[in-house]
């Protein structure tokens, strides 16, 4: 009798769970899509989530973002378009065809310090800004950036956390909270660029200003200290993340030197001969991201980490050259300047695959701290689209 009423009583505690969970599916079943997943499937998966994994099994998480780089110096990689042109065509190989393409993928405010701060702290413009603040400071809330992004959280769980390019357009006086090590700038130059460093064996503490010897352009110093960190990380035998921001492609457009004469491509039409220049060298910057990426991905194969590990690409903002005749920059709501790229690559992660449901780089940070088995605070705007990657519940 008493174990009758027991399974009664849970039979009754389900039902009555059951309920609830009908009734916030019926009121939110109508909402709009956000990232393509309905708030009633938010719901399902927030009340029938498993337990975070334990830190021996957190995976690697890179993420690597380019500056302005907008869909057409993307190229071919959507799967969908095998075969086209881009400056990226190692990129194109180990991260869009070994890996997933979102084929919407948008920005809240196409202007670099506000992008990078939604994507740091998981939050909404309006939610971190202020009127005013510092001269090129782009109207953010930096006290509420800072310390507040989602990389403290991965450092907490055990990760072992770098941040190695551009930041943010206004440089904090300390290194934020959640970085172990720190080499990073607010975007800086191309030749003789100049860091921001704190934590990394062999360096100063303090501002480190390199050389105008070629073998110190910007994207391969970022690129080398990259290395070396995820070598450290796997050395220490801890999970690892890893934040990599070239300048690249953002003005003034200095390509490596050994890429500045590169150009493959049929020349352009006399109609485009006004953007030439400034294309051509825009296309020519990503050619040592396209190595960087080629590079980072062979470490974490000879390390054998590859299996644990997932890799992210993606952009801060678009850019436009001419469309709609407007000069050339970003800051506009066309979709040139909001809607970049985002690839993504790691287990689970279907080979060239693609999903077109929207998504935005608010998404991120609840995403990253999902793959690592966290829950994404309260006050997040963004949701995470984790187990839909993993699963390929995106087809």
């Not at 110096?73 to 378009?81: A, R, Y």
């Not at 001969?273 to 990426?293: G, P, Y």
């Not at 300047?337 to 690559?345: C, F, G, S, Y």
Request: charged share 15%; net charge positive; proline share 7%.
């Amino acid at each position: 009798m008493e174990l009758w009423k027991m399974s009664r009583l849970a039979t009754l505690a389900l039902a009555a769970l059951a309920s609830v969970a009908l009734a916030m599916l019926i009121l939110w079943g109508t909402a709009s899509k956000i990232t393509g997943v309905s708030r009633s499937s938010r719901l399902l998966f927030a009340l029938f989530e498993g337990p975070s994994p334990p830190r021996a099994t957190r995976p690697n998480i890179i993420w690597i973002i380019t500056d302005d780089q907008d869909q057409v110096l993307g190229g071919s990689f959507p799967p969908t378009s095998p075969g086209g042109a881009t400056p990226m065509p190692k990129t194109k190989q180990l991260m869009s065809d070994a890996g997933v393409h979102a084929l919407n993928w948008h920005i809240h405010v196409p202007i670099c310090s506000p992008s990078r701060s939604t994507l740091l702290t998981g939050r909404y413009f309006h939610n971190i800004k202020q009127v005013g603040g510092p001269l090129g400071g782009m109207h953010v809330n930096y006290s509420k950036v800072n310390n507040h992004t989602f990389v403290r959280h991965l450092q907490e769980a055990g990760y072992l956390t770098g941040m190695f390019g551009k930041y943010l357009n206004v440089m904090p006086n300390a290194v934020p909270a959640g970085f172990n090590e720190w080499f990073a700038n607010s975007g800086g130059t191309y030749i003789a660029p100049e860091f921001m460093v704190k934590g990394i064996e062999g360096f100063p503490e303090g501002w480190v200003k390199f050389t105008n010897s070629p073998s110190n352009y910007s994207t391969s110093v970022i690129g080398n200290m990259s290395l070396a960190f995820i070598e450290r990380a796997i050395k220490v035998q801890k999970p690892f993340f890893a934040y990599i921001a070239p300048k690249a492609a953002h003005e003034p457009f200095n390509p490596a030197p050994w890429y500045r004469d590169s150009w493959v491509l049929r020349p352009f039409s006399s109609a485009a001969r006004v953007i030439t220049a400034v294309f051509k060298n825009r296309w020519r910057t990503l050619l040592s991201v396209d190595d960087l990426i080629a590079d980072v991905i062979s470490k974490v194969e000879e390390l054998k980490q590859m299996d644990r590990t997932y890799f992210f690409f993606s952009s801060d903002h678009g850019f436009q050259l001419g469309q709609f005749n407007i000069p050339m920059d970003k800051r506009h709501v066309y979709e040139w300047d909001t809607k970049i790229h985002l690839l993504v690559r790691g287990p689970g992660i279907k080979p060239s695959s693609s999903f077109a449901q929207p998504g935005t780089q608010v998404d991120i940070a609840p995403t990253l701290l999902g793959l690592a088995g966290l829950d994404a605070p309260q006050h997040y705007d963004g949701k995470s689209i984790a187990r839909f990657l993993i699963h390929s519940e995106l087809e």
